[in-house]
């Protein structure tokens, strides 16, 4: 025999066996097993192949094509026989893993309402009684709305107020709901009587700040509005919301979206005002009895006219206060980085 049919021989041998071998094999591992030993690196036709240096320059590729034909003949045997095995394995195992669909699932425990959205909806309800309707904006404000439109312009010492993320050279995520504002002004005719609500984000983070929290933003725009309407709406809200008895107080302040600007005070709901509970100093107000709940004022005229909008016929209010800060205030709580902690310890005690 010459050393080609030797090696023909051998290779249809080899051909014979492995595809003996495979149907015969009794799991698919058993089967991936004998495909290492044919087709593997080191496997037997790797090994006939390296006494093709025994051939001669013509026969050399007639058995490389022959070898390559046993080579893809074996492998579709393999791709075939693993396909009906792994079948028959998931078969098996579905049947023995048989569901019992009888069994108790797990509890998942009911839900309350988080503080945040419990400020919003009573602060929503109650403004909704006053006629104010809510509103939301984009968390990513273009700079000319979270800042110019608010008279508050580039290189304006005012910006640092507001530690800013900024998203590229024009865009910011919104440090305040003061935009919304804006967006109100330009898509809606006055009278307008809006509430708008959302998370703001302000690079700062500690015992007192978050960088992302909420806020609520009032405003109202009428033929006539003074600072007295202001006082008044901020007075029925401050107790709607904190209860009956407190006072409010304006405390003269800046801010670049209203002339004139006041801080908002009110009350030290904890102690009552006295500064002090069971004779110990209040630690919510510092013993003052008063405590800030935000900032507010008349719209500045600049701000109608980014907006187009014709003053003095148009003239309005604005106010807005943190959520979380009411949250505090309302419920004593310590340390605001509960609230995004979504602890259902935390979260339990809101249960109405
Ligand atoms: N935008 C202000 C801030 O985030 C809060 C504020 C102050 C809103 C006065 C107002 C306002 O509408 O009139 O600090």
Redesign the pocket.
């Known amino acids: 025999m010459s050393q080609s049919e030797n090696l023909q021989t051998k290779l249809s041998e080899l051909k014979a066996q492995a595809l003996l071998k495979m149907s015969e094999a009794a799991s698919s591992p058993a089967l991936y097993n004998i495909k290492v030993e044919f087709l593997g690196k080191n496997g037997l036709l790797t090994e006939i192949m390296k006494e093709m240096g025994k051939l001669s320059k013509e026969e050399k590729p007639l058995f490389g094509k022959l070898v390559n034909e046993v080579k893809t003949a074996l492998e579709s045997k393999y791709d075939e026989t693993e396909l009906v095995l792994k079948k028959s394995e998931l078969d098996l195992k579905m049947a023995a893993e048989e569901l019992d669909l009888t069994l108790p699932g797990y509890p998942s425990g009911r839900g309350s309402e988080h503080p945040v959205g419990k400020v919003i909806h009573n602060i929503a309800q109650i403004m909704g009684r006053l006629g104010y309707s809510l509103r939301q904006g984009p968390l990513i404000e273009k700079d000319y709305y979270n800042f110019e439109a608010?008279n508050i312009p580039a290189d304006h010492p005012a910006r640092d107020?507001?530690d800013t993320f900024f998203i590229d050279k024009t865009h910011v995520l919104r440090?305040?709901?003061?935009p919304i504002?804006i967006h109100s002004l330009e898509s809606e005719t006055p009278p307008l009587k809006i509430i708008g609500v959302g998370s703001?984000f302000r690079c700062d983070s500690d015992i007192s700040h978050l960088p992302q929290f909420h806020?609520i933003?009032?405003?109202y725009v009428d033929r006539k509005v003074s600072m007295s309407d202001l006082k008044g709406t901020i007075g029925f809200f401050v107790r709607e919301f904190f209860g009956p008895g407190l006072k409010t107080r304006f405390r003269p302040?800046f801010?670049p979206?209203?002339e004139p600007?006041a801080e908002i005070d009110c009350t030290c709901p904890i102690c009552k005002g006295k500064g002090q509970s069971n004779n110990i100093g209040c630690s919510l107000c510092k013993s003052s009895g008063w405590i800030e709940i935000?900032?507010?004022?008349l719209?500045n005229p600049k701000v109608f006219a980014h907006a187009n909008v014709e003053y003095p016929k148009w003239q309005g209010?604005?106010?807005?206060?943190?959520i979380e800060r009411m949250a505090i205030i309302k419920y004593g709580i310590e340390d605001i980085r509960l609230f995004p902690e979504n602890d259902v310890r935390f979260l339990r005690q809101f249960e109405s």
């Open positions: 608010l107020m507001q440090t305040h709901t003061s504002q703001v806020q933003e009032g405003m302040s801010f979206f209203t600007s935000g900032g507010c004022g719209i209010f604005a106010f807005g206060f943190g």
